[in-house]
Structures are given as C-alpha cells and as structure tokens.
C-alpha cells in the first residue's frame, strides 16, 4: 500500500514570491507521482508527474517539482506566484505500470495575496 | 477535444433516497475510476473498471453502494438508502488502458439532508 503526506494543509503567499508545497510519501514498491491541483467548484486538473528518467519535472503554469527517493518526496515549486495560482493542491501516488488507483496526500491551500 | 462529463453535477437528496451519478469518460479510454471527496476523508478511492475484466470494487465502503459500466463507455454509481456521511463530490477519472495519467470530470456534489 502506499500513502501520502502533505504535511501543510494552508500556505499563504505574497504575490510574485516563491513558493513550495511539500509532499512525502510511503510506498513498498515503485511508484509514479503526481500533482493536481483544484480550483474552487472544480475537478482536478493534472500540474506534473514523475515516471522515471531525470528527477526534475516540469508542468503547466510554470511549476515543477523534483523528485528525491531517497527522502521519499516530491515538493511542488513556483518561483513567481500570481493571485491565478490560488487553489488547493493535491499530491498522489500509484504503483507503476498503469491502470492502478491513486493514493492521495489530503491536499495543501494555497492562498496568493496582494 | 471532449474531457470527462458528470451529471448532475450537484443533487440534493433526503436521507433514505436512492441516488444514481453518471460519468461519461474521454472517447476511448477504457479505464474509469470513481473517486470520493469529503472533508473528512479526502480523496478516496471507491472503484476502477478496465475495460471487460471484473471491477476492483475494493474502495467501497459499503453494500449500499454499486457501480455499473455500460458497454465500455457510460458509468453509473448508485447509493442506496443514502445517508448524510454520503454528502461528499464524486469525481469520475478516467484514463487509456494501461496508462498511468488520470483525466478528472467536474465531480457531482451530493448533499443528503
């Protein structure tokens, strides 16, 4: 089984300031990750994902994240918020090879002000 | 083209009703999954059909509960007898056989009074 642990449920931030969602997780075999994020009223909506090849992914809205094994993580990372960024975060997890049930972390806010 | 629609997507229902939430996946992806998000459990799993082989139902979390794929495509969760610990957004995935990224629908937010 695998589990998620985004240890931040609420992160404010100024407006064009940095910032880092952090997500850790627990698995006995190995796995894909993910990040979605949900905007209010919303479905989720894929950010990045990690498969395998080069720890440093990048996706939609200038995000990325790098994937750490040995620190079991994988922290989400904007270096210039915009108020547009405002919305909840969700990390998870699946065993690799597809087709299989994601796991998620119980998601962080994520609240740009002025 | 098209992503992945639910309807309704918000129902109000009493207590006892029955309920029946529809998702219609991404044309050609053959694996559908059913999730649940509620302030007190997040987001979990409740089910995973891929293409004719038999439901992973192992995240419902009662016999009230059912879900149903016509022909590959259409799914249908039905709640039985709902109670007010149902209240929670549904959320329909779905996803091309095999493959590891799963498209989400809008989710259909049920309220039981």
């Known amino acids: 089984a695998q589990s998620v642990t985004q240890l931040d449920s609420q992160v404010p931030v100024f407006e064009e300031a940095p910032v880092e969602l952090r997500c850790n997780y627990s698995s006995s075999v190995s796995v894909y990750l993910f990040w979605y994020v949900q905007y209010p009223n919303q479905g989720l909506q894929l950010l990045l994902k990690y498969l395998s090849g080069s720890t440093l992914v990048k996706g939609i809205n200038g995000f990325e994240a790098e994937f750490n094994k040995s620190q079991t993580s994988f922290h989400l990372r904007k270096p210039s918020v915009h108020i547009s960024d405002t919305a909840e975060y969700f990390c998870?997890?699946?065993?690799?090879?597809?087709?299989?049930?994601?796991?998620f972390g119980t998601g962080t806010q994520l609240k740009v002000e002025l | 083209g098209a992503g992945v629609s639910q309807s309704p997507s918000n129902k109000v229902t009493e207590k006892g009703k029955d309920v029946e939430l529809r998702c219609d996946p991404i044309?050609?992806?053959?694996?559908l999954y059913w999730y649940r998000q509620s302030l007190g459990q997040g987001l979990e799993f409740l089910i995973y059909?891929?293409?004719?082989?038999?439901?992973?139902k192992s995240g419902l979390p009662s016999d009230r509960f059912s879900a149903e794929r016509t022909g590959g495509s259409v799914s249908t969760l039905t709640i039985q007898r709902t109670q007010q610990e149902d209240s929670a957004v549904y959320l329909c995935?779905?996803?091309?056989?095999?493959?590891?990224?799963?498209?989400f629908g809008p989710g259909t937010r049920l309220l039981v009074l």
């Open positions: 044309s050609g992806h053959t694996a």
């Open positions: 059909f891929q293409g004719n082989s038999a439901p992973d």
């Open positions: 995935a779905s996803s091309y056989s095999g493959q590891e990224t799963q498209y």
């Open positions: 998870a997890v699946t065993r690799t090879g597809g087709g299989n049930k994601l796991t």
